[in-house]
Nanobody
Framework: VQLQASGGGLVQAGGSLRLSCASS????????MGWFRQAPGKEREFVAI???????YFTDSVKGRFAITKDNAKNTVYLQMNGLKPEDTAVYYC???????????????????WGQGTLVTVSS
């Protein structure tokens, strides 16, 4: 499975961005797509997940501001980010997993496939 993330950029606080994660190759084995982010000097942290069923879950700091959608025809998952804050600044990564369960969604090791990061910078 190959993942290609895109859509990062520079935005002012309060603005919006939509990240994309296009997947290819063996995607039938994927049960969940996740988003992580890593700010400078910090560990990679879980942001959001969407299971194949359509169920989504978000970390508390982004609930109500971020959303995940999927275009099945394009094999692409989107992370819509609204109301961006300077603390959202990070490199964002998409990830895919075949057996991610609720208790392990925050563990990067639960995801077998990763895309390259895309930088999101939110200015104050």
């Amino acid at each position: 499975v190959q993942l290609q993330a895109s859509g990062g950029g520079l935005v002012q606080a309060g603005g919006s961005l939509r990240l994309s994660c296009a997947s290819s190759g063996g995607t039938n084995s994927i049960r969940a797509m996740g988003w992580f982010r890593q700010a400078p000097g910090k560990e990679r942290e879980f942001v959001a997940i969407r299971w194949r069923s359509g169920t989504t879950y978000f970390t508390d700091s982004v609930k109500g501001r971020f959303a995940i959608t999927k275009d099945n025809a394009k094999n692409t998952v989107y992370l819509q980010m609204n109301g961006l804050k300077p603390e959202d600044t990070a490199v964002y990564y998409c990830a895919a997993g075949s057996s991610v369960i609720m208790s392990t969604i925050r563990e990067p090791t639960s995801y077998g496939f990763w895309g390259q990061g895309t930088l999101v910078t939110v200015s104050s």
